[in-house]
């Protein structure tokens, strides 16, 4: 069974989410300070982080920070801050989905399939091969991206836009067509999380982020991977 924390200190919102997640099959626990939500996902095995940006004792945005220091697993925002700013950071920090308060908690749970699935088909990849363009090396039985020699960490969202742009090299892809193969064409979200994605992206990978060689940007088109 998946288990999923979730960090929010509206006692009522939490609770709403916990119902939907185990109306699902899903295994919910609740955390209401910021401080013991880091010291839960230090302790448990915990599949997907639900957090609140705005929590006493520890934000969000460092919650955030924390468990990509320590975790692989998919995180998923859901704050009254509508701000973009407080989304880019969000992403920027390793967050792979944003959900703005009033929201359904129909579509919190399709998110969460989502993410769990593409998670899932990611670690279920067993086949031995790497693909590798310049100073980077990608081995998808491992996971592992590698940068001159050196691991570099990268989300789930992060290293399926990756994957998907890699072993499809040389084509243009419109951000509609990004978004459907990584989020999925069933996904209700903004488009322009393509954008900040790759941006996170190149900053890992590309050894001038401003001036980008691997993944390049057709402007008007879409980006394009640049395997030679």
């Not at 086949?127 to 050196?150: P, R």
């Amino acid at each position: 069974m998946k288990r999923i924390l979730i960090a929010e200190d509206d006692t009522d919102i939490a609770e709403l989410e916990r119902d939907y997640l185990q109306l699902n099959g899903w295994q919910a626990d609740i955390e209401t300070d910021g401080i013991q939500t880091l010291k839960r996902i230090s302790e448990t095995c915990y599949d997907v982080l639900i957090v609140d940006l705005m929590l006493p004792g520890c934000s969000g945005f460092d919650i955030i920070k924390k468990t990509r220091e320590q975790k692989e697993i998919p995180v998923l925002v859901v704050s009254a801050r509508t701000e973009d700013i407080d989304k880019i950071r969000g992403f920027e920090l390793g967050a792979d989905d944003y959900l703005v308060k009033p929201f359904s908690p129909a579509e919190l749970v399709a998110r969460v399939k989502s993410h769990l699935a593409r998670y899932e088909r990611l670690s279920g990849n067993t086949a031995t091969s790497y693909i590798t363009a310049g100073n980077l090396e990608v081995n998808l039985q491992s996971h592992k991206v590698l940068v001159n020699d050196t691991e570099t960490v990268f989300t789930s969202t992060e290293y399926a836009l990756l994957v998907f742009l890699a072993a499809n090299p040389n084509r243009v892809f419109t951000r509609e067509q990004l978004f459907s193969a990584v989020w999925g064409s069933d996904y209700a979200g903004d488009l322009a999380t393509v954008a900040v994605h790759i941006q996170k992206i190149r900053k890992k990978i590309e050894r001038d982020p401003s001036n980008p060689v691997i993944i390049e940007t057709l402007w008007g088109t879409g980006y394009r991977f640049n395997r030679s």
